[in-house]
């Protein structure tokens, strides 16, 4: 599921960077007026670059409220930034932080490598077709926060898309440039919640708003999405089967016994097999990156400890993170779901659920 889409996406963008690219002069230079307090002036072991790069807070305090403020990382496009558009990144979770996943290890100029000494420059980096911008939402993740804690305990997909369009705004007040810019929002896993929802609430908000205020939305790109239960869990079997992960047979037990993951609401039974059918899918895993497929797998704990040298390596836990209800009664699927910092259990799920439904 992730793999396709992730890479598509990126085909996508650097197809545009490239046609971009070719035609570049001279470096940019930048001739507009930044907010120099937000300008990263290097960071450790970061390499040169040609393109500036800011971070800083955006406060969204609402009327009346405690302070809130969201945290963004910008870089702008690595050459002619004036001809790009921009775009926001969100990673998902709840809970993930933007800088810590998308930017310092997906798509950002810098990744932060296992052991490594210094910033790695990416060759992907998505700031070749757009300027790019994280953002970290909503408050209590990553270098977001509220001061008042009541604001953390009243979190939900509205609450986060409300603030992360106040964000917006507040960010085009600081970076004038690109007010009229065409805007793309993109982001994974829970941002397929995120996304779209922002996406409407700007589409909303423009309806009435004066021409300052108006935000330049052109579309949105969701990977590897968490849209609900039942597409989710029945998109991850279609794809299994479809990699020839699994077999023809274990498909239709699958889809068979557990009624093609329709919700009970809507009418699902799944049978008795389906526990065993989804302990089977999962078993396929084992030794396979359920997030990329086609990446080598390092199957040991630790390659130079002893214990492997004398043959008692073990497989590495499985790392899914998304948790599905039908799935997530599975232990191998509980055993350990971390994507970020933020590790879901089978205990967890009732909360999510109702973050889900943009209740809580
Ligand atoms: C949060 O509180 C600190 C300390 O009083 C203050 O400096 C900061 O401006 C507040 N943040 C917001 C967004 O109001
Ligand atoms: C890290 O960067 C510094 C400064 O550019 C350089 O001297 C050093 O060799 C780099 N280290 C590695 C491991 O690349
Ligand atoms: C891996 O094994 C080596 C040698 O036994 C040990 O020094 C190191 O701390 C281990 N690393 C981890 C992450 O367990």
């Known amino acids: 599921m992730a793999v396709a889409m992730a890479s598509a996406l990126l085909m996508l963008a650097l197809a545009t960077a490239s046609a971009a690219v070719s035609g570049a002069g ?3 230079r930048s001739r507009r007026p930044r907010p120099e307090a937000d300008l990263v002036t290097g960071l450790p072991g970061q390499p040169a670059v040609g393109f500036s790069h800011y971070a800083g807070y955006v406060d969204v305090t609402s009327g009346g409220g405690g302070g809130k403020a969201l945290f963004y990382w910008f870089f702008e496009a690595e050459r002619e930034p004036d001809k790009k558009p921009l775009l926001l990144w969100l990673n998902g979770g709840p809970g993930c932080s933007s800088v810590a996943y998308g930017a310092a290890q997906e798509l ?14 990416n060759a992907y980096a998505w700031n070749k077709a757009a300027n790019l911008l994280f953002l970290e939402a909503p408050v209590g993740v990553g270098f977001s926060y509220a001061n008042r804690t009541s604001d953390l305990r009243r979190l939900g997909d509205r609450v986060t898309a409300q603030d992360s369009y106040a964000f917006l705004l507040g960010w085009l007040d600081r970076f004038p440039e690109f007010k009229g810019r065409d805007l793309y ?19 909303e908000g423009n309806k009435g708003a004066s021409r300052d205020r108006a935000i330049s939305i052109k579309g949105f790109m969701i990977g590897n999405a968490v849209l609900n239960d039942a597409t989710d869990q029945l998109g991850m ?25 329709k919700e009970e609401a809507d009418g699902g039974r799944p049978g008795k097999g389906c526990s065993p059918a989804l302990r089977a899918f999962l078993g396929a895993y084992d030794d396979i990156d359920i997030y990329s497929i086609y990446t080598p797998t390092c199957l040991l704990s630790n390659l130079s400890s002893a214990s492997a040298a004398a043959g008692s390596a073990r497989p590495r836990p499985a790392r899914l993170v998304a948790a599905p209800r039908l799935l997530s009664k599975h232990v ?27 209740i809580g």
């Open 185 to 203: 929002i993109a982001g994974e896993s829970y941002a397929g919640h995120y996304v779209p929802q922002l996406a409407e609430l700007i589409y």
């Open 237 to 261: 079997v279609e794809y299994a089967w479809s990699h020839a992960i699994i077999s023809d047979e274990l498909y239709s037990a699958v889809r068979r016994d557990c009624d093609s993951f």
């Open 108 to 121: 950002g100029p810098f990744l932060v490598r296992s052991y490594g000494a210094n910033l790695t420059r």
């Open 26 to 28: 001279a470096p940019w």
């Open 332 to 358: 191998r699927y509980v055993r350990r779901l971390c994507e970020c910092g933020c590790c879901w259990h089978a205990t967890d799920l009732p909360a999510v659920a109702r973050r889900r439904s943009g």
